[in-house]
């Protein structure tokens, strides 16, 4: 975005010239624009974002297309990794009907997602991935995405100040090679999608290979999908029909 264009938004977010002079104070200090506002724009829709909560990736934007191609009117879905809920509200808005559910770890994600989920009648959780989900959702998921954190850990204090200061370490610290959430989410996934069902997780183009891997390890049929003009990629894992969607016994498989 070019700062006339930024400008133009602060200028309209201020009600008076001493709060205008307090947001500008903000966005020079290197908060984020969306943050300093108070919403990002998501596939169309103005996304309340609160300080301190992820903010949504326009190249996420690949994610949500994806995920309404196979999705359908009245489908089961749950966001992972959730933040501010913007994939599942998107995801609504498309789908015009569709039983949401979405989690995160972070309290602060967990009350901006309800606001910008309420319309959509979807339910947020807070806690680790899927333990906080209610067990008549297991083998109901038509659609599961997460956008889990993807970059490796070593490569956090090369990100640009805007994320790793005032974006939660959480939301985007991946483990040693970024993957380590997405292995989790793919071990879990078959205990909660139906029959068909499909995962889909964002990840950088070059773990793609490994998170393919991850995704065949758990009996998802796994392929990739890449958008050159966003740079996202996106790997798809869907659970066969007639597979018995089980890690282990529920009490032993991870969540």
Request: proline fraction near 7%; include cysteine; hydrophobic fraction near 50%.
């Amino acid at each position: 975005m070019f700062a006339e264009d930024e400008a133009a938004l602060l200028v309209a977010a201020a009600r008076t010239a001493a709060e205008l002079d307090a947001l500008v104070e903000r966005r020079v200090a290197g908060e984020p624009l969306e943050h300093v506002l108070g919403w990002a724009e998501f596939c169309g829709l103005r996304i309340a974002v609160d300080a301190g909560v992820f903010v949504p990736r326009r190249r996420t934007e690949f994610l949500v297309r994806l995920a309404v191609d196979l999705a359908a009117p009245g489908a089961v879905a749950v966001d992972l990794c959730c933040g501010s809920g913007a994939v599942g509200a998107a995801l609504a808005a498309a789908l015009g009907r569709v039983e949401l559910h979405a989690v995160d770890v972070e309290p602060a994600a967990v009350a901006c997602a309800r606001r910008n989920l309420a319309p959509a009648g979807g339910r947020v959780y807070q806690g680790d991935l899927t333990e906080p989900l209610p067990a008549t959702l297991r083998g109901r998921v038509d659609v599961l995405v997460a956008n889990v954190p993807y970059v490796p850990t070593e490569a956090i204090g090369l990100m640009p100040p805007e994320a790793r200061v005032h974006e939660p370490r959480a939301a985007l610290d991946g483990g040693p090679d970024g993957l380590d959430v997405l292995r989790r989410v793919a071990a879990a996934a078959p205990r909660w999608l139906a029959p068909g069902g499909h995962l889909l997780i964002e990840t950088g183009e070059r773990q793609a290979p490994a998170a393919l891997a991850a995704f065949a390890a758990h009996d998802l049929a796994p392929r990739v999908a890449h958008s050159d003009a966003v740079g996202a990629t996106v790997v798809i894992g869907t659970r066969p029909v007639g597979s018995a969607g089980a890690c282990g016994s529920a009490g032993s498989a991870p969540s």
